[in-house]
């Protein structure tokens, strides 16, 4: 069974740029959640998508954005790029919305903002 | 002052010793816990799940949770190095989904 894929595997932008990030769920996952690992920070939640609807959002400013495609894929955009933005970006799927059992995590997108 | 603390490290030990990993945190709502291993450039991957108090074993990892004391602790024995990775845990109230994640602690296992 596949897991949880996520594209391109390194980003590099330009501040003021948008960057966009895939991710591909396992196959028969419906939710897709978006965390933001800083440098010291942990993961941070930024977004949690299901059935193609944002269920909920962290703390993040409104340029960090997305949307869930009809076959569960998902999509995060961040608009405006600022340095602190640098981070890896990891994307997860859940079988069940809102699964309290815990993650598949892909491996992530590095994004590099220059 | 952070949710979940966790030290960052990094701990450093011999091969075939007893690994201690710790988290504290603060809000007593906290009803699920969790414990991710995190190799290099690779996502998080989950390695146990405890609900409420008490303890579990997994091969030769054991989860413990005290919340009178608002205290997690995640045990390796034999430990080997290519148990050398970044241990996260992270906590979710009862019913919902929004994990929070310690910083992570890196563990390095000496062949």
């Known amino acids: 069974e596949a897991g949880v894929t996520q594209s391109p595997t390194h980003l590099i932008k330009t501040r003021g740029q948008q960057a966009t990030l895939r991710c591909s769920p396992i196959?028969?996952?419906?939710?897709v959640y978006w965390y933001q690992q800083a440098l010291g920070l942990g993961l941070q939640f930024l977004l949690w998508?299901?059935?193609?609807?944002?269920?909920n959002r962290g703390n993040f400013p409104p340029r960090f954005s997305g949307r869930q495609f009809p076959n569960y894929s998902s999509e995060l955009n961040v608009n405006a790029l600022e340095l602190e933005d640098s981070a890896l970006y990891l994307c997860?799927?859940?079988?069940?919305?809102?699964?309290?059992?815990?993650?598949?995590f892909g491996s992530g997108t590095r994004l590099t903002v220059v | 002052q952070k949710e979940v603390e966790q030290d960052p490290g990094p701990l450093s030990v011999p091969e075939g010793a007893i690994v201690s990993l710790n988290c504290t945190y603060s809000?007593?709502?906290?009803?699920?816990f969790m414990w991710y291993r995190q190799y290099s450039r690779k996502g998080p991957e989950l390695l146990m799940y405890?609900?409420?108090?008490g303890n579990k074993e997994d091969g030769r990892f054991t989860a413990q949770v005290d919340k009178s004391s608002k205290y997690i602790s995640l045990f390796i024995r034999d430990s080997q190095p290519s148990d050398s990775a970044t241990y996260l845990c992270?906590?979710?109230?009862?019913?919902?989904?929004?994990?929070?994640f310690g910083t992570g602690t890196r563990l390095k296992v000496l062949a």
């Open positions: 997860a799927s859940s079988l069940e919305a809102g699964d309290s059992y815990g993650y598949t």
């Open positions: 196959s028969g996952h419906t939710s």
């Open positions: 998508y299901d059935e193609g609807e944002e269920r």
């Open positions: 809000n007593s709502a906290f009803q699920y």
């Open positions: 405890t609900y409420s108090s």
């Open positions: 992270a906590m979710s109230p009862s019913g919902t989904y929004k994990y929070i």
